[in-house]
């Protein structure tokens, strides 16, 4: 019981430390941190309640009516008041389709950078903390990796797989695909960052000090020095999902990605361009908003936070 | 510098070396070359005695070797669809895509720079600030939404521009073609370019800007304002030297990646280029024109990243190029 008290008390504590710290002081200043942050909650609710607030299910092939095909937004004069945004060239209502786009972009992003997160960080203190040829070897490869672009690789990786699977197969495959490809291909960002706060906390007494209490070359890496990295991991993590989620829409948008009955943003994107000479313009522009306006107030956040960790970034 | 030298070129080498033998097992394992070339109506006896002759049961590295040889004579196959050598059709198609990123790094170059440099010698003005937003908005852009909306504006709400293909090409040296001299080539230019240009652009405004503010804030830049130079003269000749030098590592590695979004540039355009054609050899299953293309694409990576490593260990005089000590 007295155990409880103290953890409570510790909570609580750590609540009004928390309430006092530069980081929330930061943010109560900040209109544009704010405003992204509420956007992004608000995008997050948006896709964890996508079942409950879509008015159809996009993925049921029942309740789409092909005569309903290219409606327009209903405060254009043809709209339909049941499609508030219109609908895509299969009669999908467009609002339906993006609730669920975005959950799917947003969860491509997230795994896959949870993903490079962990391969990052562990080939980061790996190489950070043992130093010498491991690590010289480990940095070479994230040199070769880094020098080829990303969207290159994963253009090329996931072009290949299509070709060798078949496109149905390779449909049903395509989330885990990305979500791996997006996340092996940027390991380098957090390797890099992670070395070097690794080697820059190498030298401090308490790692010494953990070494001469006996304590095993996994402990302290994981246990001391990783928790003493965080803030950098934490900037790029957000830059990164942002990235993830943009890499994602472009592999949709060249046919590589996400399959059209089970769309993500970009996949719906690519859709409605072929129709936008015809002027169906929204089917193109909402998704495209939207996808937008996701990525933009993740960078800010990102922004912001640098600002205010201010970490010591891996530059060059 | 001639060990430096031999270093980078004995990592390119071993680079390309991978390459090849990733492109080889591609090749290896996609699609049946046998069909492509008999098709059905062959007997199983046939086809067996077929591929002894054709070396198809050799061992992986005798192929190999065979691939590779043949790759270093210029020789990458037979593209399936155009029964044509693949690394020809692909060459064909570098000017393409050439033109597109050269007409890409001149926008950048032209406005990167000055705005870069503005925004750090003014960071408090409106329009600084103005460039500066306007660059993380346009991060956040991906590239074939801005090729969209350039498209919605200007070529179907306004009708100045084309907004597909490449128009009429002009030729010189007699082999090379290229879009730069006609007007109506230059006219098909103007979207794509700017779409290219959009994704690198804020990076380099953004990287420009925070590598000048750094320099500014250095001794030496201190030391020539006490010296009483003037204004201009720290800022163009002082300043800008060292804030070109990141700038050059960046951007040459940049090069790299703008041929990866020339894919996607040259598929919201239908611009016929490398990247247009290798999805199609994608949609084809044309393992040849797919491999070429990987090695060709492949050898321009690794000749710019050497090129530019090269360049940075000339001009800044801080890199060790022996091996460090």
Redesign the interface.
């Known amino acids: 019981m007295n155990m409880t008290a103290i953890v409570e008390e510790q909570t609580v504590s750590n609540w009004q430390r928390f309430r006092q710290s530069h980081f929330w002081h930061s943010f109560c200043i900040d209109k544009v941190a704010q405003i992204s942050f509420l956007v992004f909650v608000a995008y997050v609710i948006a896709a964890l309640l996508a079942p409950l607030m879509a008015p159809f299910d996009p993925y049921d092939p029942g309740s789409i009516d092909i005569m309903n095909s290219e409606l327009p937004p209903s405060w254009q004069e043809e709209g339909d008041a049941t499609f508030w945004l219109g609908t895509d060239a299969q009669g999908r209502d467009l609002w339906s389709t993006i609730l669920y786009g975005t959950r799917v972009s947003l969860m491509i992003g997230i795994c896959a950078v949870m993903l490079q997160a962990f391969l990052g960080i562990c080939i980061g203190l790996v190489a950070g903390y043992v130093g010498g040829k491991v690590d010289s070897l480990l940095m070479r490869l994230a040199d070769v990796q880094l020098s080829f672009s990303t969207m290159m690789v994963a253009i090329i990786v996931l072009a290949v797989f299509q070709a060798t699977f078949g496109t149905q197969l390779y449909q049903e495959l395509a989330m885990v695909m990305l979500i791996l490809v997006i996340g092996i291909a940027e390991w380098p960002q957090y390797a890099r960052t992670v070395r070097a706060s690794v080697l820059a906390e190498k030298e401090k007494e308490y790692v010494d000090a953990a070494r001469v209490m006996g304590l095993r070359a996994p402990r302290i890496m994981f246990r001391h020095i990783l928790p003493n990295t965080l803030s950098p991991i934490l900037v790029i993590s957000t830059v990164q999902v942002a990235n993830a989620i943009i890499s994602e829409a472009a592999l949709s948008f060249l046919g590589l990605g996400m399959p059209v009955s089970q769309p993500s943003l970009g996949s719906l994107i690519s859709s409605g361009f072929e129709y936008i000479f015809s002027g169906s313009w929204w089917i193109t522009v909402i998704p495209g908003l939207v996808l937008i306006v996701l990525v933009l107030v993740m960078n800010l956040l990102g922004d912001w936070l640098r600002d205010v960790l201010n970490p010591k970034l891996y530059k060059g | 510098m001639l060990a430096f030298l031999i270093k980078r070129l004995a990592?390119a080498i071993v680079?390309m070396f991978v390459i090849s033998i990733i492109s080889f097992s591609?090749q290896d394992?996609?699609?049946d070359p046998l069909r492509e070339l008999v098709g059905q109506s062959v007997s199983e006896e046939e086809r067996q005695a077929l591929r002894d002759e054709m070396g198809l049961n050799d061992p992986f590295l005798v192929q190999y070797a065979r691939f590779a040889g043949n790759a270093l004579h210029g020789d990458l196959g037979t593209s399936y669809f155009f029964k044509e050598p693949a690394l020809d059709v692909i060459l064909k198609k570098l000017p393409a895509t050439l033109d597109l990123v050269f007409g890409a790094t001149l926008i950048i170059i032209g406005f990167s720079v000055p705005l870069g440099v503005y925004a750090a010698i003014n960071p408090r003005s409106m329009f600084s600030k103005i460039v500066m937003g306007f660059s993380?908005?346009g991060?956040?852009?991906?590239?074939?939404?801005t090729g969209?909306?350039l498209?919605?504006l200007f070529s179907?709400e306004l009708g100045w521009m084309p907004?597909f293909g490449r128009g009429d090409v002009g030729h010189i040296f007699g082999f090379w073609d290229t879009a730069f001299l006609t007007s109506d080539g230059l006219a098909h230019l103007v979207l794509p370019c700017f779409t290219l240009a959009s994704i690198m652009l804020p990076l380099f405004i953004r990287l420009i800007r925070s590598e000048m503010m750094e320099v500014l804030q250095s001794e030496y830049i201190k030391f020539a304002w006490a010296k009483g130079l003037a204004p201009k003269r720290i800022y163009y000749l002082h300043a800008l030297k060292n804030t070109m030098l990141?700038v050059i590592?960046?951007g040459g590695?940049q090069i790299?990646?703008m041929?990866?979004?020339t894919?996607?540039t040259e598929?919201?355009f239908q611009w016929p280029g490398m990247g247009f054609l290798?999805?199609e050899a994608?949609n084809r299953?044309d393992?040849p024109l797919?491999v070429a293309y990987?090695i060709v694409?492949g050898a321009i990576?690794v000749i710019t990243?050497t090129i530019v490593d090269l360049i940075y260990g000339l001009v800044n005089p801080t890199v060790k190029l022996f091996g460090g000590k």
């Open positions: 990592q680079v591609i394992n996609l699609g993380t908005v991060i956040s852009v991906p590239v074939f939404l969209i909306g498209i919605y179907i907004s990141p590592t960046v590695v790299g990646t041929v990866a979004y894919i996607l598929t919201v290798f999805l994608i299953v393992t797919i990987l694409v990576f990243n």
